[in-house]
């Protein structure tokens, strides 16, 4: 008996995908840059130090990984700013589905922005972050449009989502290739 317990575990384990609809996060690290200038009307250089990003921010944005007649898995990217006495992080990607009309239907993603109290590095200058997303396509739909939006939570006062990125994907029989709409 012991032994069935330890097999359907190790069955169980080997089964499993890892990372599938994981929100993935990524610091921003910048270093500092020396530059020196002159100044015109002494003649005398002056040193400062200013911070060039070291990692690239991801561009919001969404895209389709793989596609067949049942199911839709797609990618959402983007980054958010946090640095110097402004403490941003990335709680969630939250989903609402929104409404059908016809045959298309509206996905909206809401990132949800937290404002803590602190002081962020002097090296960190944001994150990026990605998301898998798979989504079962429903028999009578046939343009799928998913929306990305950046939702500030300060919690003082509710704040209006700001649409980030925007993709259509076309799923009509003639034509099978995706439009995009920026």
Known sequence: MRYLAVLTS???LFGCKTNVQKLQISTIYTEPKRVLKEIPETGAIQTHVSRKEVTERLVPLIYMLYKNAEILKFRMQGNISSSGHAVHQLRKIRFERGEQKGNTITLRYYVEIKKYPGKESADVKGYNYTKDEIYKI???VKLINIQLYED???GIA???PKLIAEQTFNFFEKSRHL???R
Do not use: Q
């Open 179 to 181: 439009k995009t709409k």
């Open 10 to 12: 190790f069955l169980a």
């Open 152 to 154: 500030r939570i300060d």
């Open 138 to 140: 429903p028999n009578d």
């Open 158 to 160: 509710a704040t209006n």
